[in-house]
């Protein structure tokens, strides 16, 4: 009875109702929610994963958490929120939050903490857990996306997740690059009607017409300032944090 209950939603429209957005993705990411907490409890990292960063933020990074506000504001304004409904467009933000706890979790908390216990450097840290991010989004492929569509999701991933990395050092915390991410994620889904669709022109609208061509600087901000990416964490825990410019 439930599997078929489930089923009803897990074929409809995402954004057709409360229960569509539950089962398609709301309930899958609490799971690994859960997962993902308890793992790090287990391995004692849950602490350090939420303390200040062990390492100083130079005022250039601000740039990064800067540029992926922009579109998220953009889309706020741009966004038929009647549309949905507010119970669906509620449900929708509520889940983003949780998207970015867990994606953040995982790429620019747990991953970076081991490249950095591996002895690596900031930029491979940067580099490596944004490459990690993005190349789970080439499963789309698996779920029937076209790769016109995957190729570029894959690369705008990559720069977005050097951009949360430089949110995450520029706040000094992981919640700062969970907020930023969680506010992206829905804004998205409720401009594009769906998961993963990065479009760079056509829109309803003047706002979210701009946000899709932002797209394209974004992209191109994220891979530059990964150049200018410097600094190491010396050891499991680094000298109290710095200031720098």
Same mark, same amino acid.
């Given at each position: 009875m439930l599997s078929r209950f489930a089923g009803h939603y897990l074929h409809d429209n995402l954004l057709s109702s409360v229960g569509s957005v539950f089962f398609q993705i709301t309930g899958p990411l609490l799971v690994g929610a859960a997962a993902l907490l308890a793992f790090s409890s287990y391995l004692g990292w849950t602490r350090e994963l939420f303390d200040r960063q062990p390492i100083y933020r130079s005022r250039w990074m601000w740039t990064g958490p800067v540029i992926v506000i922009i579109p998220v504001v953009l889309r706020i304004f741009g966004i038929d929120w009647g549309q949905y409904g507010f119970a669906v467009a509620a449900s929708v933000l509520g889940t983003g939050m949780l998207i970015g706890f867990v994606e953040e979790l995982t790429y620019r908390g747990i991953a970076v903490k081991m490249l950095r216990d591996g002895g690596h450097g900031e930029?491979?840290?940067?580099?490596?857990?944004?490459?990690?991010?993005?190349?789970?989004?080439?499963?789309?492929?698996?779920?029937?996306?076209?790769?016109?569509?995957?190729?570029?999701? &894959? /690369?705008?991933?990559?720069?977005?997740?050097? @951009?949360?990395?430089?949110?995450? %050092?520029?706040? #000094?915390?992981? =919640?700062? $690059?969970?907020?930023?991410?969680?506010?992206?994620?829905?804004?998205?889904?409720?401009?594009?009607?769906?998961?993963?669709?990065?479009?760079?022109?056509?829109?309803?609208?003047?706002?979210?017409?701009?946000?899709?061509?932002?797209?394209? &600087? /974004?992209?191109?901000?994220?891979?530059?300032? @990964?150049?200018?990416?410097?600094? %190491?964490?010396? #050891?499991?825990? =680094?000298? $109290?944090?710095?200031?720098?410019?």
């Amino acid at each position: 009875m439930l599997s078929r209950f489930a089923g009803h939603y897990l074929h409809d429209n995402l954004l057709s109702s409360v229960g569509s957005v539950f089962f398609q993705i709301t309930g899958p990411l609490l799971v690994g929610a859960a997962a993902l907490l308890a793992f790090s409890s287990y391995l004692g990292w849950t602490r350090e994963l939420f303390d200040r960063q062990p390492i100083y933020r130079s005022r250039w990074m601000w740039t990064g958490p800067v540029i992926v506000i922009i579109p998220v504001v953009l889309r706020i304004f741009g966004i038929d929120w009647g549309q949905y409904g507010f119970a669906v467009a509620a449900s929708v933000l509520g889940t983003g939050m949780l998207i970015g706890f867990v994606e953040e979790l995982t790429y620019r908390g747990i991953a970076v903490k081991m490249l950095r216990d591996g002895g690596h450097g900031e930029w491979v840290v940067a580099a490596l857990s944004s490459l990690l991010f993005a190349l789970t989004h080439s499963l789309n492929l698996l779920s029937g996306q076209s790769i016109k569509v995957v190729g570029p999701t &894959v /690369l705008y991933t990559f720069a977005f997740g050097v @951009l949360m990395y430089l949110t995450l %050092r520029s706040t #000094g915390f992981l =919640a700062g $690059a969970m907020i930023l991410h969680g506010l992206t994620d829905p804004t998205t889904i409720l401009a594009t009607g769906g998961i993963d669709e990065v479009k760079t022109g056509e829109a309803s609208n003047s706002w979210l017409t701009g946000a899709g061509m932002f797209t394209a &600087v /974004l992209i191109l901000a994220g891979c530059v300032l @990964l150049i200018f990416i410097r600094g %190491r964490v010396q #050891g499991r825990r =680094a000298a $109290a944090p710095v200031e720098a410019d």
